[in-house]
């Protein structure tokens, strides 16, 4: 991978993490405001969840080993709360309550995971960088286009 491709990938995996954030932390407010969470704004989680996952799954191609276990992790969570989200609008009182719940508590845990495989790609990255790949392996020499 070259220094622009893990430039490309980090930048990827630092949006993913910051919409994650974005959408724990707006379906977080909305069941801590007065009165709780209403529909629509249950609506709106589902959407974006749906939307984040979608991003998530885009990046899992781009990674390796544990950046993607945890990115796979993190879309099967974030699936799992928007279909919680949606199966809560047509439920009313406590169980509406639970589903707010459980749509943060997902939300929370997919961003966990969306940590999880930053930190792990940067680690990946780190141990693969062109100087230190060539100084772990001096006499390796590249064959792409042999004539």
Not at 28 to 54: I, M, N, P, R, Y
Not at 103 to 120: D, I, P, T, W
Request: hydrophobic content about 40%; overall charge positive.
């Amino acid at each position: 991978m070259s220094t622009g491709t893990d430039t490309k990938v980090k930048d990827a995996l630092d949006h993913v993490r910051a919409a994650a954030q974005e959408l724990h932390g707006a379906i977080s407010d909305a069941a801590a405001k007065q009165g709780g969470a209403t529909k629509a704004d249950l609506e709106v989680f589902a959407q974006k969840a749906k939307s984040v996952a979608q991003s998530l799954k885009s990046s899992i191609n781009t990674q390796q080993g544990a950046a993607k276990k945890a990115l796979t992790e993190a879309a099967s969570e974030l699936e799992t709360s928007q279909k919680q989200a949606a199966e809560g609008l047509k439920a009313s009182g406590q169980a509406f309550q639970n589903s707010i719940r459980q749509a943060v508590g997902g939300a929370r845990a997919s961003v966990q995971k969306v940590s999880e495989a930053l930190a792990a790609a940067r680690s990946a990255a780190a141990g693969q960088h062109p100087a230190a790949t060539a100084a772990k392996n001096p006499t390796t020499t590249s064959a792409k286009n042999p004539k």
